[in-house]
């Protein structure tokens, strides 16, 4: 019953930037942290960036500085404002709902030429 929807991505050239959004159904969205990971082929999915319901966020050491999350109550949704992107960046982005079972988006992929 809960569904993501990623969207945002795109090619883009080492430097570039690019905002991801996530667009939530079936859940009081606003009462929940969001998280936002990757996946490149190949690799474990990680934690790229999470925002709690009051605002706090963390980084995954390799975008800090470079990526940042927040949050639009009103509007279900949550975004990665993703700057200075790197090769290394390109993989599918996907966003889930914290401490909430649910099945992963479609996801939205990124690809960072050099």
């Known amino acids: 019953q809960v569904q993501l929807v990623e969207s945002g991505g795109g090619l883009v050239q080492s430097g570039g930037s690019l905002r991801l959004s996530c667009v939530t159904s079936?859940?009081?969205?606003?009462?929940?942290?969001m998280g936002w990971y990757r996946q490149a082929p190949g690799k474990q999915r990680e934690l790229v960036a999470q925002?709690?319901?009051?605002?706090?966020?963390i980084y995954a050491d390799s975008v800090k500085g470079r990526f940042e999350v927040s949050r639009d109550n009103a509007k279900n949704t949550v975004y990665l404002q993703m700057n200075s992107l790197k090769p290394e960046d390109t993989a599918v982005y996907f966003c889930?709902?914290?401490?909430?079972?649910?099945?992963w988006g479609q996801g939205t992929q990124v690809t960072v030429s050099s």
């Open positions: 925002i709690s319901r009051g605002g706090n966020t």
């Open positions: 889930r709902t914290e401490g909430v079972r649910h099945t």
């Open positions: 079936g859940i009081a969205f606003h009462i929940y942290a």
